[in-house]
C-alpha cells in the first residue's frame, strides 16, 4: 500500500527544523511525529537556510505548502525590501504604487521583459500576502484598533507558549552622551545626521525580560570604532559596536541577535523576543533559541514596552550620575568632561538601577499583563527621594534646576536611531556590493587627557583606601562583600602574573 503524498506548510517545516536543532527527538522520531518518511525529512533538512529566509522574513505566507515566486524573483525581492521599509515608516500604500515602484526596480536590476500588470499585481500580493491601503488622516497615529487585535487575538496565542522570564523586549535609544544642562536648550530638537551634534550621540540597545528578572547587558553603537580612551582596555562595561552614523544597522542588530541566540542556546533556553518593524531589525532568519515577534507597524508608541518607561527610566538614571559628577567635580574645583568610556560606566550603572517594578508597570502599561495603567511619571521616576535631594544639591551649586533636569531627561527622546534603507541600497544588496562595514576608525576625544594603564600595585593599594572607607561607614556590609570579590579577581591577576622557577634560574650564566 503506498503512502499518501503529504504536503507540508512553511510554519511545519519551521518547527521540524526547530526539533531537529534542538537535538532532544531523533530524527527517525521526528519523522514518525509528523507522519513524514525519513527521505523528506532529509529534503527539509537540505533546504534549510531556503526554509529558514522564507519564513523569517514573512517572505510567504507561513500556511502556505509551495514556495513558489514569480518570473522575476530579484524584482519581487527588491518590492518585498521596499514594502516593510515603507511599512516601518508608514507610508501610504497602493496597488499603482507597487506596480511604479517594481518597474524602478526593473530598470534598476537591468530587467527589459518585464511587465507591471495588474495580473502580475494580483499574483504578486497573493504569493506574499500583502493587502494594500491608504493611510487616513494628515499624520500617523496610533491604530487603536489594530493594538486591541493584536493584544486580544494574536498575544494570548504567544504568552501561552512562554513563561514571563523568557519573554523579553528590545528597542533602541539614542542618547547625546556628553550633553550638559546648560547646552539642553541649544541641542533640542537639532538634527543629527552629521557635524558636531553626531560625536556626541549613540545609540543604546535595551533588552530585558517581562518580569523584570533579566537585563540584558547594554549595547552601545558609537561614532569611532577606536576612541583614545579605549587604549589599553580589554574589557568594556558595555557591549561596543561603531559605524559611521552612530546608528543601529542590519549588521551590528544580526550580530548582537546570533549572539544571544548562541548563548540562550547553550542555556537551553528559548525566549519570545519582540521588537519593532524598523529597517535594522529585518534581515532574521535561521535563529534556535528566539522567537522573534513584530508588533504591528505604527503601534509602537502604545505596545513597546521599553518606550511605556524602561529607556525614560535608563536616562533618568544616566542623568543623575552625570549630576553626581558635576557635583563631585564642582566641590572639588575639576573640570567636569566626560568621554566614551565614562557614558559606558555611567549607563551600565544607571542600567542597574532600573527597577523590576518599572520593568513589569511598562509591560502592565503596554496591555501585556493585566492591572492598573500607570503614566510615564508614574512608571519612570525611580528614587524620587533621591532625585530631589541631588536636584537641591545641584541648585545650590548653580548647576541646574529642577524644571531644567526635566528638560534634561528628554533632549534626545526623538534621535533617529538607525538608518532609512533606501532603493540604492537594497540595488546594491541584491547585486552583492553592499558594504554594510561602515566603521569610523578615526580615533576621538584627542583633546583629553591619556590615562596610564594601572599597575597592579596601585590596584591593591586602592583596594585598602576602599576597605577602610568602607568600614568607617554604617550599614556597609552589603558592600564590603562586594569587595572581596574584586579583592578576590585582583589575587588571581597577581598570581597568573607570577612565574614557576625552574632550577636553572637558581645558577649565574
Same mark, same amino acid.
Request: include cysteine.
Given at each position: 500500500?503506498?503512502?499518501?503524498?503529504?504536503?507540508?506548510?512553511?510554519?511545519?517545516?519551521?518547527?521540524?527544523?526547530?526539533?531537529?536543532?534542538?537535538?532532544?527527538?531523533?530524527?527517525?522520531?521526528?519523522?514518525?511525529?509528523?507522519?513524514?518518511?525519513?527521505?523528506?525529512? %532529509?529534503?527539509?533538512?537540505?533546504?534549510?537556510?531556503?526554509?529558514?529566509? +522564507?519564513?523569517?522574513?514573512?517572505?510567504?505566507?507561513?500556511?502556505?505548502?509551495?514556495?513558489?515566486?514569480?518570473?522575476?524573483?530579484?524584482?519581487?525581492?527588491?518590492?518585498?525590501?521596499?514594502?516593510?521599509?515603507?511599512?516601518?515608516?508608514?507610508?501610504?500604500?497602493?496597488?499603482?504604487?507597487?506596480?511604479?515602484?517594481?518597474?524602478?526596480?526593473?530598470?534598476?536590476?537591468?530587467?527589459?521583459?518585464?511587465?507591471?500588470?495588474?495580473?502580475?499585481?494580483?499574483?504578486?500580493?497573493?504569493?506574499?500576502?500583502? *493587502?494594500?491601503?491608504?493611510?487616513?488622516?494628515?499624520?500617523?497615529?496610533?491604530?487603536?484598533?489594530?493594538?486591541?487585535?493584536?493584544?486580544?487575538?494574536?498575544?494570548?496565542?504567544?504568552?501561552?507558549?512562554?513563561?514571563?522570564?523568557?519573554?523579553?523586549?528590545?528597542?533602541?535609544?539614542?542618547?547625546?552622551?556628553?550633553?550638559?544642562?546648560?547646552?539642553?536648550?541649544?541641542?533640542?530638537?537639532?538634527?543629527? %545626521?552629521?557635524?558636531?551634534?553626531?560625536?556626541?550621540?549613540?545609540?543604546?540597545? *535595551?533588552?530585558?525580560?517581562?518580569?523584570? =528578572?533579566?537585563?540584558?547587558?547594554?549595547?552601545?553603537?558609537?561614532?569611532?570604532?577606536?576612541?583614545?580612551?579605549?587604549?589599553?582596555?580589554?574589557?568594556?562595561?558595555?557591549?561596543?559596536?561603531?559605524?559611521?552614523? +552612530?546608528?543601529?544597522?542590519?549588521?551590528?542588530?544580526?550580530?548582537?541577535?546570533?549572539?544571544?541566540?548562541?548563548?540562550?542556546?547553550?542555556?537551553?533556553?528559548?525566549?519570545?523576543?519582540?521588537?519593532?518593524?524598523?529597517?535594522?531589525?529585518?534581515?532574521?532568519?535561521?535563529?534556535?533559541?528566539?522567537?522573534?515577534?513584530?508588533?504591528?507597524?505604527?503601534?509602537?508608541?502604545?505596545?513597546?514596552?521599553?518606550?511605556?518607561?524602561?529607556?525614560?527610566?535608563?536616562?533618568?538614571?544616566?542623568?543623575?550620575?552625570? *549630576?553626581?559628577?558635576?557635583?563631585?567635580?564642582?566641590?572639588?574645583?575639576? $573640570?567636569?568632561?566626560?568621554?566614551?568610556?565614562?557614558?559606558?560606566?555611567?549607563?551600565?550603572?544607571?542600567?542597574?538601577?532600573?527597577?523590576?517594578?518599572?520593568?513589569?508597570?511598562?509591560?502592565?502599561?503596554?496591555?501585556?499583563?493585566?492591572?492598573?495603567?500607570?503614566?510615564?511619571?508614574?512608571?519612570?521616576? +525611580?528614587?524620587?527621594?533621591?532625585?530631589?535631594?541631588?536636584?537641591?544639591?545641584?541648585?545650590?551649586?548653580?548647576?541646574?534646576?529642577?524644571?531644567?533636569?526635566?528638560?534634561?531627561?528628554?533632549?534626545?527622546?526623538?534621535?533617529?536611531?538607525?538608518?532609512?534603507?533606501?532603493?540604492?541600497?537594497?540595488?546594491?544588496?541584491?547585486?552583492?556590493?553592499?558594504?554594510?562595514?561602515?566603521?569610523? $576608525?578615526?580615533?576621538?576625544?584627542?583633546?583629553?587627557?591619556?590615562?596610564?594603564?594601572?599597575?597592579?600595585?596601585?590596584?591593591?593599594? +586602592?583596594?585598602?583606601?576602599?576597605?577602610?572607607?568602607?568600614?568607617?561607614?554604617?550599614?556597609?556590609?552589603?558592600?564590603?562583600?562586594?569587595?572581596?570579590?574584586?579583592?578576590?579577581?585582583?589575587?588571581?591577576?597577581?598570581?597568573?602574573?607570577?612565574?614557576?622557577?625552574?632550577? =636553572?634560574?637558581?645558577?649565574?650564566?
Amino acid at each position: 500500500m503506498s503512502r499518501k503524498q503529504q504536503s507540508l506548510s512553511l510554519e511545519t517545516k519551521q518547527k521540524i527544523l526547530n526539533e531537529v536543532c534542538d537535538g532532544i527527538l531523533k530524527k527517525t522520531e521526528i519523522a514518525t511525529k509528523y507522519g513524514i518518511p525519513n527521505s523528506t525529512l %532529509s529534503t527539509i533538512i537540505k533546504n534549510r537556510e531556503k526554509i529558514e529566509v +522564507a519564513y523569517a522574513i514573512n517572505q510567504f505566507e507561513p500556511a502556505r505548502k509551495r514556495m513558489r515566486t514569480g518570473g522575476n524573483e530579484e524584482i519581487e525581492v527588491a518590492l518585498l525590501r521596499w514594502v516593510r521599509e515603507a511599512r516601518s515608516q508608514n507610508l501610504p500604500l497602493t496597488g499603482h504604487v507597487l506596480q511604479e515602484k517594481a518597474k524602478v526596480f526593473a530598470d534598476a536590476l537591468g530587467v527589459t521583459n518585464f511587465a507591471s500588470s495588474n495580473g502580475w499585481l494580483t499574483r504578486f500580493k497573493k504569493r506574499h500576502g500583502i *493587502v494594500c491601503h491608504k493611510i487616513c488622516g494628515e499624520e500617523a497615529t496610533v491604530d487603536k484598533e489594530t493594538v486591541e487585535s493584536f493584544l486580544s487575538e494574536k498575544w494570548p496565542a504567544l504568552r501561552k507558549n512562554y513563561a514571563p522570564r523568557d519573554i523579553f523586549n528590545a528597542d533602541e535609544t539614542g542618547l547625546f552622551f556628553k550633553a550638559l544642562p546648560s547646552r539642553t536648550l541649544s541641542i533640542k530638537g537639532e538634527k543629527c %545626521s552629521g557635524g558636531k551634534c553626531s560625536k556626541e550621540r549613540i545609540t543604546v540597545l *535595551v533588552a530585558c525580560n517581562m518580569d523584570g =528578572t533579566e537585563k540584558l547587558p547594554l549595547f552601545v553603537v558609537g561614532k569611532s570604532a577606536n576612541p583614545r580612551c579605549f587604549k589599553n582596555l580589554k574589557t568594556l562595561p558595555v557591549v561596543y559596536a561603531s559605524n559611521k552614523k +552612530a546608528w543601529m544597522n542590519k549588521m551590528l542588530f544580526k550580530k548582537w541577535l546570533t549572539d544571544l541566540d548562541r548563548k540562550l542556546f547553550r542555556e537551553k533556553r528559548n525566549i519570545c523576543l519582540m521588537l519593532d518593524n524598523c529597517s535594522a531589525h529585518n534581515d532574521i532568519h535561521g535563529l534556535k533559541a528566539i522567537k522573534c515577534v513584530f508588533l504591528p507597524p505604527n503601534t509602537t508608541a502604545k505596545l513597546q514596552p521599553c518606550d511605556q518607561g524602561i529607556i525614560h527610566s535608563l536616562k533618568v538614571q544616566y542623568r543623575k550620575e552625570m *549630576v553626581r559628577k558635576m557635583i563631585h567635580c564642582f566641590d572639588n574645583k575639576i $573640570t567636569f568632561s566626560v568621554n566614551l568610556l565614562d557614558a559606558m560606566r555611567y549607563l551600565k550603572c544607571a542600567w542597574n538601577n532600573v527597577s523590576s517594578e518599572t520593568i513589569i508597570n511598562s509591560f502592565k502599561c503596554g496591555g501585556f499583563t493585566d492591572g492598573k495603567e500607570m503614566n510615564l511619571q508614574e512608571i519612570s521616576e +525611580a528614587e524620587p527621594e533621591t532625585l530631589t535631594n541631588l536636584i537641591e544639591e545641584a541648585e545650590k551649586r548653580g548647576i541646574l534646576s529642577a524644571p531644567l533636569f526635566k528638560d534634561y531627561t528628554t533632549i534626545d527622546e526623538d534621535l533617529l536611531t538607525s538608518d532609512i534603507t533606501t532603493d540604492q541600497d537594497i540595488i546594491a544588496e541584491l547585486s552583492a556590493k553592499n558594504d554594510d562595514v561602515d566603521m569610523d $576608525t578615526t580615533d576621538e576625544e584627542s583633546d583629553i587627557e591619556q590615562e596610564n594603564p594601572v599597575t597592579l600595585n596601585e590596584a591593591t593599594c +586602592a583596594m585598602k583606601v576602599i576597605n577602610r572607607f568602607l568600614m568607617q561607614q554604617e550599614n556597609a556590609m552589603d558592600a564590603l562583600d562586594n569587595l572581596e570579590h574584586i579583592n578576590d579577581f585582583i589575587n588571581k591577576c597577581y598570581l597568573k602574573k607570577l612565574k614557576q622557577k625552574s632550577i =636553572t634560574d637558581f645558577f649565574q650564566p
